[in-house]
C-alpha cells in the first residue's frame, strides 16, 4: 500500500468519496451545525507519530467520521447562518474535482493557455452576469482575475494605488517614497487594516470614516474632510476603500461620491463586495453597485454566495497596467515568447503567488449548470426569506431590527440589552440547532442572521427564529 | 437543469468526473507535453456570453474534451520536465475533494476545530518525516501552518521579520519604522523581491548575495561584508532568506553559516526549501536541510514534489508569537470563547488571507496512503532516475553538465553555444514529446531537466535524453 494509487484504485476511492459527499449533504441536518469539540478534542485521537507502512484508503474514511466529523463546524448545513456563507455547490466541487485531476499550473499563459484564458473568460462572463461597467472588462484597458480572498484582493489593490500614485516610486523605494493614507469606513472589513500591516503604510495611515448611524454607511463629509486636511499636511492620499455590503451589518457605502472625492486627490478607489456583490446578478438589485462605474478596482466572492466554493474571489481593475506595474518581475525561468510577444495575460501579475491553480473551471462548471436563472433564483430565495426573517422580529415587541436589511443578513437584538443578547445567541449556538454570530451596531451588541446555504429551507429559518424567540 | 444538483445528480455527475480523471491519467503519454495552442485560440471556442438557462452537466464535459483540452499544457505527464514537477497524486486529489465537500473555512479554531487541529498535526508530523528541529514543532513556541504558496511565505516572513526587529513598530508606523534590508543569492526565486515591493521596503531594499560559480550558492563572506556596511549605513538587516534548493539550478546555500550572520545582526532568517526540502524524508538526503535548525522560519512545498496537490506550501516558524504579532487583528464579529481562551490557533493570525480552505486533509490522505517508506521510494527513485540522467550528459562529449545534481534536478548545456542550446531545447518542446525550461548558469544558457512526475519512468527520461541528443 505503499505504491502510487492505480487509475483502478482511483475510481473505486474516488466512487466512494463522491458517495461520502453525498450521503454527507444528504444527512447534513442530523449534525450540530456548531461543533461540541473542545480544544485538543481532534488532535487526542490521532497517533503521535506518521504511519511508517501506507494504509487502505478505507481507514482514512472511516476516520474521517469517527476523527474529523465531532471537530466539524458544518458550514454547509441548511441552519448555518453565521458569519457569511461558503457554498459550496455540487457542479463547483466537480469543477475542482477537474482542476485536481488535471494539477496544471497557470501562473504564464504558456503552462496552460487554457487556464489562463477560461479565467479571462468566465471574469468577462461574470463582469455581464453583474453589470458591470465595459472598463473592466478584458477588452479594454482592465480586466479580470481570480484571487484567494478579498483580503488578497485588498492587498493588490493597495499595492497597484501605492505604484499608481507614486509615479511607480514605491516599486523600488517601498512606501518610504511618500507618505501615504488610506480611508475606509469603520464597518469595513478588517482586511484592509491587515493589508496596510502587510504592505507596510501601517495601521497608522489607515483613516476610519465615521459611519451614519442608521445606515452604518461611510460618511462621505468626514472623507472629504479627512482628505483635504491630510493633503494640507503633507500626505499622499494612495486608497479608499468602499464596501458594498460590510461584513458586520451589510452596509452600503455611497461608492460614487467617495470614488469622486478619491479620484480629486489622486487615490484610487477599491470597491469590496465579497459577499454582497454577487446578488447584482438579479436585476431588481443590481442598484447595490450603484457608483462602481467610478471605481478602480472591485472584488466580490463566488466563494460566498454563488456557489463556488472557495477559494474564487474575482477581482477586477480598470487599468491593469498599475496592478502589472506593481507586480511583474520576470526572472530567467519564466520567460518565454507568448509572454515577450504581449498578446497575452500572465496572471502571476496580477497577484502575489506565483503558482495558480486552474480555478476557473470550477466558475465554468456553475455559470453553466445553473445558467443566468438559476443564478437568480438561488439569491433570490435567500433575500425573501430574509425579508420575512426581518418581518418576524419586527413584529415581535420583544426585539428591534438594528440596521438596514436589503439582502439576505439580518442585525437584530433584543431590547431587554447586550446581557439578554448574547444569552440567547449562546443558547442557540449550543443547541447545536442554529449557528448564528455577532457584530457590534452603534455599541450595541447584535445577532446577525446571514442565510445563505444551498440547502436553506423557508422551515430552517423558522426554526431558527423560534428557537431565538423562545431564549428571550 | 437551473436548480440544484441533487445528491443523486452529484453522485451519477462525480462518478463521471472521477472515471474522465482515471482515464486521463491512463491516456496522458498521447498528450503532447506542451500545448501547441496560440492565443486567443481557447477563448474563440467560448461563446461571448453566459447562458441564459443551465445545461447539463455532459455538455461542460463534453467542451472539456474538445475546448479545454488542446489548450492544456499537461503538468502530470511523464515526460513533464519543466519547472518543477506539480504532484498531483490520487490520495491528494481525493483528500481534496473531500475538502471541497465539507466546505468549511478553517478561519479560526472556533469555526472547525478539526480543520485547525489536523493541520498542526499534520504539520507536526511532516517535521518528524523531515527531522526538523524541536523548535519548529507545536509543542514548542513554534509551529507550522499550510501557506497557499511559496511566495506567500516568503512575505509572512518578511513582515512577521520587519515586525520583530522593529520590536513592533512597524505595525503603526508601517516600514517608515526603519531603514530596513533584505539579502538574498542572485539564484533566489523571484518571490523574495516580489515581497520586498510588496511588503512595502522597495526593491531597492533588496541585496543580491553574489554567489560561488561552482556551487552556485551563496557566498557567505559577502553576506558579512554587506551586513557591516549596511549596518555602518543605518541600515536595518531585517531579514535574510537562505535557499535549500534555488530554482534556477537547485543551489543549495549554507544555511547555518547565513543564520548566524543574520542573528549577529538580529535580522530574520528564512529558508526557502520550496521544491527541495521535501527530499529530507529520505535519511540519506537529510544533510540538505543542515543548518536549518538554526533558522527562524523554514518553508517547503508538499504541492511540488511530494504528491499533495496544489495548493500546499508547508510554513513552519520557531517563535509563532512573531508572525501573530505581525499579523492579528480580531474586529468583533471574530471574537470568540476558544480564541479568548488562549488555548488555541487561529490560523488566520498565521496568513494574509482570512478565509481557509481545510487544506490538511489532503495532506493526511497522501501521508496515510504513502506511509514514510511510500514517500521515500517516490522521491529515491527521481533523485536515481536524474543521477542516470546526469551520467549520460557526462559521457556525451557534445554537452557539459552546468551545476550539482544532488536531487532531481540537472542543469545542462551544449558545449556548441547558447544557440546551440536553444535550438535544441525549443525543437524538443516544440515536438510535444517532453517539455524542460531554461535558466541561466554563469552567464550561458542552460536546460534544466527536472524529474518528479509520478508517472515518469526511467523510459521517459531515456526517450527525452535520446531527442535532445537528436536536436545536438
Known amino acids: ?13 474516488g466512487h466512494q468519496v463522491i458517495d461520502w459527499i453525498a450521503d454527507y449533504h444528504e444527512r447534513l441536518e ?29 481507514s482514512v474514511l472511516a476516520d474521517l467520521d469517527r476523527v474529523i466529523m465531532p471537530g466539524i463546524t458544518h458550514w454547509q448545513h441548511p441552519s448555518f447562518f453565521a458569519f457569511f456563507p461558503a ?13 485536481s485531476g488535471l494539477g496544471v499550473q497557470g501562473m504564464l499563459w504558456a503552462t496552460s493557455p487554457a487556464a489562463t484564458e477560461l479565467e479571462t473568460h468566465m471574469l468577462d462572463w461574470l463582469a455581464t452576469l453583474l453589470g458591470l461597467d465595459p472598463r473592466f472588462r478584458s477588452d479594454s484597458a482592465g480586466g479580470g482575475v481570480i484571487q484567494h480572498s478579498a483580503s488578497d484582493a485588498a492587498l ?61 454607511a461611510a460618511d462621505a463629509g468626514h472623507l472629504a474632510d479627512l482628505l483635504a486636511a491630510d493633503v494640507a499636511a503633507g500626505y499622499t492620499p494612495a486608497l479608499v476603500v468602499a464596501s458594498v455590503g460590510a461584513t458586520g451589518t451589510g452596509a452600503l457605502d455611497p461608492v460614487g461620491t467617495l470614488a469622486d472625492l478619491a479620484h480629486e486627490h489622486g ?59 506593481a507586480l511583474s518581475i520576470l526572472p530567467e525561468y ?19 503567488p506565483l503558482g495558480r491553480r486552474f480555478r476557473a473551471l470550477k466558475l465554468w462548471t456553475v455559470l453553466r449548470w445553473y445558467g443566468a436563472r438559476g443564478l437568480r433564483d438561488h439569491i433570490r ?39 439578554a443578547t448574547r444569552s440567547a445567541l449562546h443558547a442557540v449556538n449550543a443547541s447545536g440547532d442554529a449557528y448564528l454570530t455577532h457584530t457590534l451596531v452603534n455599541g450595541r451588541l447584535a445577532i446577525r442572521m446571514a442565510i445563505g446555504s444551498v440547502l436553506t429551507e423557508r422551515r430552517h429559518v423558522e426554526a431558527a427564529w423560534h428557537a431565538i424567540q423562545a431564549q428571550a
Open 87 to 99: 457554498n459550496a455547490s455540487g457542479p463547483a466541487i466537480l469543477g475542482d474535482l477537474l482542476a
Open 156 to 216: 493588490v489593490a493597495l499595492v497597484a494605488a501605492l505604484h499608481r500614485v507614486s509615479g511607480g516610486a514605491t516599486e523600488t523605494a517601498g512606501t518610504a517614497a511618500g507618505r501615504f493614507t488610506v480611508y475606509t469606513s469603520e464597518q469595513t472589513h478588517s482586511s484592509v487594516e491587515k493589508a496596510c500591516r502587510v504592505a507596510g503604510v501601517g495601521s497608522a495611515a489607515l483613516r476610519k470614516l465615521r459611519i451614519d448611524p442608521a445606515t452604518q
Open 1 to 13: 500500500m505503499n505504491a502510487h494509487m492505480s487509475p483502478d484504485e482511483f475510481r473505486r476511492h
Open 30 to 58: 442530523s449534525f450540530p451545525v456548531l461543533s461540541q469539540a473542545s480544544p485538543g478534542n481532534v488532535r487526542a485521537s490521532l497517533p503521535a507519530d506518521p504511519p511508517e507502512r501506507g494504509e487502505g484508503f478505507e
Open 334 to 352: 519564466l520567460r518565454n515568447e507568448a509572454t515577450e510577444s504581449g498578446e497575452v495575460f500572465d496572471y502571476r501579475d496580477w497577484q502575489v
Open 381 to 419: 430565495g435567500h433575500v425573501a426569506l430574509a425579508q420575512e426573517f426581518a418581518g418576524w422580529v419586527a413584529a415581535d415587541g420583544r426585539f428591534e431590527l438594528l440596521a438596514p436589511h436589503p439582502l439576505a443578513l439580518v442585525t437584530f437584538a433584543l431590547r431587554a440589552g447586550d446581557a
Open 267 to 325: 487615490a484610487w478607489l477599491h470597491v469590496d463586495a465579497a459577499w454582497a456583490g454577487v446578488a447584482a446578478v438579479c436585476d431588481e438589485l443590481r442598484w447595490i453597485n450603484a457608483g462602481v462605474e467610478k471605481a478602480d478596482s472591485y472584488c466580490t466572492n463566488p466563494h460566498k454566495w454563488l456557489l463556488t466554493n472557495f477559494d474564487c474571489n474575482a477581482f477586477w481593475v480598470a487599468d491593469r497596467a498599475a496592478l502589472i506595474g
